[in-house]
C-alpha cells in the first residue's frame, strides 16, 4: 500500500545513561584488500551464537568522523542500551566511523560567502572510499551464521542519513527497512531504492540541511514506492534526530519489517 504519513513531534523522557555505558559496544574493524573501516558493535543480552538475530547498521554524521572509533557513539547509542530496548528487540546494533577525509555520500559540497552549504547529490557514481569499505563491511558481516538475512536494516543521521540512501541504492536486496534522518538524495535515485520501507525525519527549521531535500524524496516515494513514512518536526533545527530516537513507534516499526 503507498502511503505517506506525515507526524508531528512527540518527545518522550527515557533515563540517562553514563559514558561507562557506551563500553558496552564492543570494539571492531573490518579490513579488506586496502578498504577498511572501525566500529563499535552491541550484541543482545545473553547473547547465543546459536541463534540469528536482526543487525541495525547506525551511520553517523559529520561531525562523529574520525578515526577513534568512540565519537559515532555521540547520537543514538544510548538508546539501544535501553533496558526496555535490549528486552524488547535483541538485536545487533553496528555502529560504524567514517574516516575524516572521506564521506559516507557521493554529494559535492559548496559554501557560500555566508558560510551556507550547497549539497549536490551526484545520480549513480562510484561510491566513495568509505561507502566501499562500508559495503565490504556490511558484506561480511551478512555471512556471520548468528545473523538473520531477512531483518537488516540500516538508518542514519545528517550525512549518515545521505549515506542510508546511498547505501539501499547501492545494495538494494539487503535491507528490510531503513530510517534516515535529515539526509538528502539525487531524486533520481530513488527508483533504486524505492520498494524499501522508509521512514524519514527532517526538522522544520534545519539551517543546515534543507528540509526540501527529504520532502522531495518522501513525495517522489509517495507515487512511486511501497511504503514512506514522513515526520517533520516543524520547530527542530538540523539535530532532528534527538526527537528522531525519541520516537515511540520507529523500534517497533522498524523491527517489525522483514524481507
Known amino acids: 500500500m503507498k502511503k505517506i504519513i506525515l507526524s508531528l513531534c512527540l518527545i518522550f523522557s527515557f533515563p540517562l545513561l553514563n559514558a561507562q555505558d557506551l563500553k558496552k559496544y564492543e570494539y571492531g574493524s573490518f579490513i579488506k584488500r586496502g578498504d577498511s573501516i572501525h566500529y563499535r558493535i552491541l550484541f543482545p543480552e545473553n547473547f547465543n551464537p546459536a541463534q540469528k538475530y536482526p543487525v541495525l547498521f547506525v551511520l553517523h554524521g559529520r561531525g562523529e ?4 572509533n568512540e565519537k559515532q557513539l555521540t547520537h543514538g547509542a544510548r538508546l539501544f542500551l535501553r533496558d ?20 559516507w555520500a557521493n554529494v559535492n559540497i559548496t559554501t557560500n560567502d555566508k558560510g ?8 549513480a557514481g562510484k561510491p566513495t572510499r568509505a561507502m ?6 556490511v558484506k561480511d ?5 548468528f545473523l538473520d538475512k531477512k531483518q537488516v536494516y540500516v538508518g542514519g543521521l545528517s550525512m549518515g542519513g545521505m549515506g542510508t540512501y546511498e547505501l539501499l541504492r547501492r545494495q538494494r536486496r539487503t535491507f528490510a527497512a531503513a530510517f534516515a534522518i535529515c539526509g538528502g538524495d539525487n531524486t533520481n535515485n530513488i527508483k533504486k531504492y ?5 521512514w524519514i525525519f527532517h526538522g522544520g527549521k534545519d539551517d543546515i540541511v534543507d528540509p526540501a531535500f527529504s520532502m522531495a524524496i518522501a513525495e517522489r516515494l509517495k507515487t512511486v514506492g511501497d511504503e514512506v513514512k514522513f515526520t517533520l518536526y516543524p520547530n527542530a ?13 520507529l523500534l517497533p516499526w522498524l523491527f517489525g519489517q522483514k524481507r
Do not use: T
Not at 566501499?132 to 563491511?137: D, E, F, K, S, Y
Not at 533545527?237 to 513507534?249: M, R
Open 116 to 123: 551556507k552549504r550547497k549539497f549536490s547529490f551526484v545520480e
Open 194 to 198: 524505492q520498494n524499501v520501507p522508509l
Open 65 to 68: 568522523s574520525g578515526s577513534d
Open 141 to 145: 558481516f551478512l555471512k556471520k551464521p
Open 132 to 137: 566501499r569499505a562500508l559495503q565490504g563491511m
Open 84 to 103: 526496555d530496548i535490549r528486552k524488547n528487540f535483541p538485536a545487533i546494533v553496528v555502529f560504524p566511523q567514517c574516516p575524516a577525509d572521506s564521506y
Open 237 to 249: 533545527n538540523h539535530n532532528s534526530w534527538d526527537n528522531a530516537f525519541a520516537e515511540p513507534g
